[in-house]
Each structure stands twice: as structure tokens, then as C-alpha cells.
């Protein structure tokens, strides 16, 4: 926990060291529990600011630029996703080896990132400015050392000096006088970032306000304070080279994840976009579970990691699905596009085979002197036989769609596999093969039962690849969690048949949000999209009949978690 002592007024030497020795543990200990780069910066500034007694201060990170000086894309811009923070260090990494701490060829940009002011509210924009010997900062960067002004107005009289722009603090209305900027540096000596200090008061508690404050009360940065800021700046710049390469990792282990989950797409490409509504959805419902003050889910509280954890397991929920084959995936009807146009040629030969047949005894009966009516009498068993044939082919079509089967059409089609014909060998074969005919029979969706065990495998493929990751300690469920979507509390689920009491809370979730997903999703060949309240309406059946989480249900539907992806 971070120390909130202030700087004592008027300290004696004894009070003096007492307070930096605690202030500088506190800030040891705070600077390395902190990840987040953004509130890393903010703390680094805080303390420096206050074990120099400081009204204010900025922040400057380096941010690698192209050969033109521009801004790289995979420069600094916390926030952008879209830019790494490893550059930070690319641009200062030659620092210690070029004469006088300069940097080598490579151009960077110092970018303006924080500042805090104690005696006014600072609204900033972020900039970037050179590296370069015109500012101090850049001049802190280039020589590698700390640069102690104490007096900015008198300092700008001085040839070879940078001036300090005041274009800032006329547009604040403040004013600065005395200026510490010190270079933070890496663990081996690499400039990454510039802590500016401003003002050193004569008082910590006074406020900075009139033309006289600042005359009276700023005072120089005397020797101590700058060992003090050296001090901290080295370790505000291990901490930081720590944070980035943190943020590093956790950027490059997201673009894998993403990169997973383009792939399982790229293959079914029908269900684009699921597995990210399905994290979306179990994030935001988790964190209104966070919330729930009483029942049951009160005791269930998640950090930033769970939160995390049962986002990677939402996203990679499917990913086993890569390990199933892709005609089974996609596949939007119970017979495959070339099965159906096997059976439509097949019939297509029959009814050929049917006509020649007719005609051929129409023929052989003229030639024999036969009556009118036995000749009416060979056309109409041709064509009984043909209307036989179409009805067949309505059959097909018919049963072929992934909807709930009529037990007419069952019927009916029983009866059509039974139907036979005479090929070119002279072998009787029939309309239908049977394994047509069985997936045909499949009496909702369009999967047979061995496609469903194959599609169902995709957990188990889950599994296997999500274990061979080393997730560490924070996110070491993300198998289990993303294994056990599909299990239901009464124990009718796959792969395992897990009952309630051993399927995670998290996983729970997961099921709820794939089951509304896939119900909703409009882009599903094998069915139409079901709206919102008829979804629930499923949903709800499912809790009823003892499958899905009451307690998690209501809460998606209370918080109104389903809107999240609409």
C-alpha cells in the first residue's frame, strides 16, 4: 500500500530523511504491483512529485519515428491496440552506447503523456515533440542525466540554453519557475521515458496562485531532491520496462488469440463472429454477478484476471473445431450438396429408364396386334411409375431440410426406400441408398448421429489444444472453463456428463451466452434467426427443466446482459 504522508513542512534534516527513507519503500512497493502502464505513469509522477515537493510535473515517454520523424505504427499510443508499447525502449536503446548518451540513427519522438498540477486543474492533450537539445526534456534524453533549472525565466536569457515553451502555462495561467528533468532509464541503462518536475515549493501545502506565490513560494531544486528524483527515476524505469514488456506479452498472446479464432472462422465461416459475442456476453454478465448484493451469487466476486480468464475461454470456446472436418462444419442440410445431386441423377435415370421401358412395350404390343386399351393400360403404369418417381424427389427436398421431420413425411419416406429399379446390368437397386435414406430420418437438424458425435468432439479438441498452453497461474482455468460449455447441471451434456456441482460457475455462464448466441445468430444456414423474447423463452425452458443456471439466467435477463450484441 502506497504511503499518503505528505512532504513536512519546514523538515528538519532528521524529519527529512525519515520521511523519503518511508516514502521510497512505499514507492518500491508500489511501483512493482503495478501492470497497468497508464496508471504506472500516473504513480511514477505522484511520487516523484511528492518526495521532491513539486506543485507539478509532466511525463515524456520514447516513441520510436520513422526515418521522415514520423510517428511509426508500432510506436507508443497507450490505448491504440493497434500500437505496441515496446517501442518505448526500441528508440532509446542505443542510448548508453553513442557519445554523450545520444541516440544513435534511428529518430525517436518524445511524447508528452501526463501531467498533474496541485495548484490548478490541467486539461492536456498528448503531443510529441523531438529529441533533440530544443527542450529539456530532449536534452535530459540526449545526455543521459538529470538537468536542474532553478530558474526557467533566467535560464532563457542564457545562450546555448533550451528555452521552456510557455506557450502551456500561459494557456493555464500558471507559471513555471524551477524545473527538474530527469531521464528514466531501463535496466541496462536505456533512456524510456523523461520525468519533468516543476516548481519545487517552500512549503508543500501552499497553492501556486498569484504572480507573488510564485515569486515567494518556489524555491530551487536543491541536491537532495535531485538524488531523490534520480533514485526514484531508476526505479520508475525498471518498473516501467517491466510494465511494457507485461503489456508486451499480453498483447502478443491476444493477437494469438485473435488469430485462433480468424482461423476457426475461416473454416466455418457461418458462425463468424460467435465465439466474440459469446465472450462479450459472459464478460458483461459476469461482471453484473460481481455486482449481486444478495442470493446466491452474492458471495462471487471477480477480479480483472477472471474477467480475463472467462474472456479467453469465451473466445476460444470452439476453437477444437479446427479438428473437425470442415464438410461437417459447414454442412446445412442433412444431405450434402453432391449426395442430393447424386439421388437427382439417380431419378433422372430412373424416369429415362421408365419411358424406354413403356415405350418398348407400346412397341413390341403393336407389332403383336394389341388392343387400345391394353396400350392405355402400359401408359398408365408409366404413368403411376412417374408420379411414383416425383413424389420421391418432393421426398428428398422435403426431408431434407433441417427442420422438425412430420411424421407423414417419416412415413412416407419409410415406404420410398423400399422402392426399387433395374439398372443397366440388369440389377435391382434401390431409389434411395440407406445411408441417404438414414440421414433423411434424422428427425430435427441436419446432422446423423455420428456427424453430432464429431461435431460434439470439438470440446475434446478444445481441451487438448487450450491444456498445451502454459496460461500461469491467473488464467490456469481457461481449459476448464472453455471445456465445459456444453455440460448442463442435470448431466445430459458433453463431452463428460458433468452434473452441477462440478461444472464452474464461469463454464455456466459460457452455455447460457453460446445458447442465445446460437439461437439469435442470423447468419446460420441451417435455421433462421429466433428474436430476442423467443430466445429467452428457450432459454428459460432449458432452466426449468433443470439444464441452465437459474440464478445466472435471471440475471441475464434482469441486466439485460442480451443487448450487449445488438
Same mark, same amino acid.
Given at each position: ?208 496562485a498569484t504572480p507573488a506565490d510564485f515569486e515567494e513560494g518556489v524555491v530551487p531544486f536543491d541536491e537532495r531532491a535531485e538524488e531523490m528524483a534520480l533514485a526514484l527515476a531508476s526505479q520508475a524505469g525498471v518498473s516501467l520496462e517491466n510494465a511494457i514488456l507485461y503489456d508486451e506479452i499480453r498483447r502478443l ?81 442433412? #444431405? ?22 413403356? #415405350? ?49 413425411? #417419416? ?156
Open positions: 500500500m502506497a504511503s499518503n504522508e505528505s512532504f513536512p513542512e519546514a523538515p528538519s534534516p532528521v524529519e527529512r530523511a525519515r520521511y523519503e527513507r518511508n516514502e521510497l519503500l512505499s514507492i518500491s512497493r508500489a511501483l512493482s504491483s503495478e501492470r497497468d502502464i497508464r496508471k504506472l505513469l500516473d504513480l511514477i509522477l505522484d511520487k516523484s512529485r511528492r518526495i521532491t515537493g513539486a506543485d507539478a510535473g509532466s511525463v515524456y515517454v520514447i516513441e520510436a519515428a520513422d526515418a521522415d520523424g514520423n510517428g511509426q505504427p508500432d510506436g507508443l499510443a497507450f490505448g491504440n491496440p493497434a500500437r505496441s508499447p515496446r517501442a518505448l525502449g526500441e528508440a532509446g536503446r542505443r542510448h548508453a552506447s553513442t557519445p554523450a548518451g545520444g541516440l544513435a540513427s534511428r529518430p525517436a519522438r518524445l511524447h508528452f503523456m501526463l501531467s498533474q498540477n496541485d495548484s490548478i486543474p490541467v486539461d492536456f492533450k498528448e503531443f510529441t515533440l523531438p529529441v533533440d537539445d530544443t527542450s529539456l526534456a530532449g536534452r535530459a534524453v540526449l545526455a543521459g542525466r538529470p538537468i536542474n533549472v532553478p530558474d526557467v525565466e533566467q535560464a532563457k536569457a542564457t545562450a546555448g540554453n533550451p528555452a521552456h515553451n510557455r506557450s502551456f502555462d500561459d494557456k493555464i495561467g500558471y507559471r513555471a519557475r524551477s524545473m527538474l528533468t530527469v531521464p528514466m532509464l531501463s535496466a541496462e541503462g536505456e533512456v524510456i521515458g523523461v520525468i519533468q518536475l516543476i516548481n519545487k515549493k517552500r512549503r508543500p501545502s501552499q497553492v501556486l498472446f491476444e493477437s494469438f488469440v485473435d488469430a485462433s479464432v480468424t482461423a476457426i472462422e475461416s473454416r466455418d465461416p457461418t458462425t463468424s463472429g460467435h465465439s466474440r459475442r459469446v465472450a462479450t456476453l459472459s464478460v458483461a454478465l459476469a461482471e453484473k454477478v460481481d455486482a449481486v448484493a444478495e442470493g446466491p451469487l452474492a458471495p462471487v466476486h471477480f477480479s480483472r484476471d477472471d474477467l480475463r480468464q472467462i474472456e479467453y475461454a469465451g473466445v476460444l470456446h470452439d476453437f477444437g473445431k479446427v479438428g473437425v472436418r470442415e464438410q461437417i462444419l459447414v454442412k446445412a442440410k442433412k #444431405l450434402y450438396d453432391w449426395q442430393l445431386e447424386v439421388i437427382r441423377l439417380r431419378l433422372a435415370y430412373v424416369r429415362k429408364a421408365i419411358e424406354a421401358e413403356s #415405350l418398348r412395350k407400346q412397341l413390341e404390343h403393336v407389332r403383336q396386334g394389341g388392343s387400345a386399351t391394353a396400350l392405355a393400360a402400359i401408359e398408365k403404369q408409366r404413368n403411376e411409375s412417374l408420379a411414383a418417381l416425383d413424389e420421391c424427389w418432393h421426398l428428398v427436398q422435403t426431408a431434407n431440410e433441417p427442420t422438425v421431420l412430420d411424421q407423414p413425411v #417419416l412415413a412416407r419416406l419409410v415406404e420410398a426406400a423400399a422402392w426399387t429399379y433395374v439398372d443397366e446390368g440388369g440389377q435391382v437397386r434401390p431409389y434411395l441408398l440407406p445411408d441417404e435414406v438414414a440421414a433423411l430420418q434424422v428427425p430435427r437438424g441436419s446432422l446423423t448421429p455420428l456427424e453430432r458425435q464429431q461435431i460434439e468432439s470439438h470440446v475434446n479438441h478444445t481441451v487438448a489444444f487450450l491444456q498445451t498452453i502454459p496460461w500461469g497461474r491467473s488464467l490456469r482455468r481457461v481449459p476448464q472453463i472453455a471445456g465445459a460449455h456444453h455440460e448442463l447441471l442435470n448431466g445430459a451434456g458433453y463431452p463428460a456428463g458433468l452434473r452441477a456441482a462440478d461444472i464452474p460457475l464461469e463454464a455456466r455462464m459460457l452455455t447460457i451466452a453460446d445458447i442465445f448466441d446460437a439461437l439469435t445468430a442470423a447468419d446460420r444456414p441451417y435455421k433462421a434467426a429466433v428474436p430476442v423474447a423467443r430466445a429467452l423463452g428457450i432459454l428459460e425452458s432449458e432452466v426449468k427443466a433443470g439444464r441452465c443456471d437459474a440464478d445466472l439466467f435471471r440475471v441475464f435477463v434482469d441486466a439485460e446482459i442480451y443487448k450487449r450484441v445488438f
